[in-house]
């Protein structure tokens, strides 16, 4: 009788420390370290600095978020950054879609499977941008003046965030569906391509500032219909919990529904688009395929 007594008093308390254990769910124990794959100023850094801002003044993380540039290489200092922490909960990583195209074009070993995905936050949505003033008033005539240079050495301008990035990707799409050529121009964020516009170093570009919420889209000024749907996405290292991906996703989400998010969705033009777990897995493979595509057409992959 007194050895059954001790051994039920061994089953409850092992019971109460594993009640204990599977209570007490993983929450981060110093700061996050949130990598931008992109240089400042561009819609990649803004996005996460927003997020590290509302955590802190909604109290959403028990621990600060610090927002760390790593954009060399086209972003791939940073994915081979985060990749090196295996298992370490306390990095994330915001993405861009070059995710896809910088180890695509680059040949680095990494791939999009080397992360963990934990939320698809937005989709960016471009526009075509000219100087104001110039004297282009709609696409269809600023398109006019490029195809009238395309076959010259005096061609016009495309200012664009890296090569074989994103912006090159769309300018291709312009010049195979309008039978026009532009001379690309990378540069290294966004905010530099904006200021390169503005004096007039280029030509045009494709951005997503906030004022463009109410233009056209492509296929209502120029008759052709060109749909491209920039990842705003977050990954985590490689091989985290369970626990840490369900506070991750759960802390994002709440980011998500946040009236500064919101706010920052709508002014930015950006699409909303909030998604978890296998469904956003098979989103990500699917535009892995379609990056894969329309790069292998202009050999843009590293062979």
């Not at 706010?263 to 892995?288: M, Q, R």
Request: one cysteine or more; proline letters at 5%; hydrophobic letters at 40%.
């Amino acid at each position: 009788m007194k050895l059954t007594f001790h051994v039920f008093l061994l089953l409850v308390t092992r019971l109460f420390f594993l009640s204990l254990n599977s209570a007490a769910a993983w929450e981060p124990t110093k700061p996050i370290e949130f990598i931008i794959p992109a240089g400042t100023g561009g819609g990649a850094d803004q996005m996460a600095r927003l997020i590290s801002g509302v955590a802190e003044r909604r109290k959403l993380s028990p621990q600060p978020l610090i927002a760390v540039n790593k954009s060399g290489g086209g972003g791939a200092e940073g994915f081979l950054y985060v990749k090196e922490k295996k298992g370490d909960p306390h990095v994330i990583i915001i993405t861009l879609s070059n995710l896809f195209t910088t180890p695509l074009h680059t040949g680095i070993p990494f791939n999009w499977k080397d992360l963990t995905p934990l939320a698809r936050m937005a989709l960016d949505q471009f526009m075509l941008w000219v100087n104001a003033e110039t004297p282009y008033k709609t696409a269809k005539d600023y398109m006019t003046a490029v195809k009238e240079q395309s076959g010259g050495a005096n061609r016009m301008k495309m200012g664009g965030t890296g090569s074989a990035q994103e912006d090159q990707i769309i300018t291709i799409q312009l010049e195979q569906a309008l039978g026009v050529k532009f001379t690309y121009v990378p540069f290294k964020g966004g905010g530099e391509v904006c200021v390169n516009l503005v004096g007039k170093h280029v030509d045009s570009t494709v951005n997503n500032p906030a004022e463009c919420a109410n233009q056209p889209t492509i296929k209502e000024a120029l008759g052709v219909d060109i749909q491209y749907l920039m990842l705003r996405g977050i990954f985590g290292a490689p091989g985290i919990s369970k626990d840490a991906v369900e506070w991750h996703t759960d802390f994002l989400k709440k980011i998500y529904e946040s009236a500064e998010f919101k706010k920052y969705v709508s002014d930015g033009a950006l699409k909303p688009a909030f998604l978890t777990g296998p469904e956003y897995v098979k989103w990500v493979e699917e535009n892995e395929k379609l990056h894969r595509d329309l790069m292998a057409k202009e050999g843009l992959i590293k062979k």
